[in-house]
């Protein structure tokens, strides 16, 4: 018994066939691709932030929020190797299941909070009373 980790086994035609799902392995090219875009995607909104380029305070944590989506998307695709082609496409279809039941929950919950927020009772103004 080997513990080869990456066994190629040929069938009667001659044809090799990788045994574990056609998962791809990165080069030192995407890794580095990979660490490039990670610097600029985490570079861009601590500079944004700390220097106060853009003075809306919601329009910087929106954009800070993008930039972290982008940023997810690029660990998973150069350092997870996710992709629709490893493990026959079950890889990404977890992904997808994985956020949108995050999106229902965050969605749920702020919703829930928003609501709760709402129908508090109204704060009385306390410096008129006698």
Not at 10 to 15: E, K, M, R, S
Not at 30 to 36: D, T
Not at 38 to 51: N, Q
Not at 115 to 120: D, E, F, G, I, P
């Given at each position: 018994m080997t ?10 035609g001659?044809?090799?066939h ?7 392995h ?10 490039g ?13 700390m220097t106060?380029?853009i ?18 998307v690029?660990h ?18 977890a992904?997808?299941f994985?956020?949108?039941m ?29």
């Amino acid at each position: 018994m080997t513990t080869d980790s990456h066994a190629v086994h040929t069938d009667a035609g001659g044809h090799g066939h990788d045994v574990h799902g056609g998962a791809a392995h990165g080069s030192l090219k995407s890794y580095l691709i990979g660490f490039g875009l990670s610097v600029i995607l985490t570079a861009v909104p601590f500079w944004l932030v700390m220097t106060g380029a853009i003075t809306d305070k919601a329009i910087t944590a929106l954009i800070v929020l993008v930039l972290a989506a982008i940023q997810i998307v690029v660990h998973m695709v150069y350092f997870l190797h996710m992709n629709t082609r490893s493990e026959n496409g079950w890889t990404m279809m977890a992904m997808i299941f994985t956020v949108v039941m995050v999106v229902i929950a965050l969605t749920g919950s702020l919703w829930v909070m928003h609501h709760l927020n709402v129908n508090m009772m109204p704060v009385h103004d306390m410096s008129q009373m006698p």
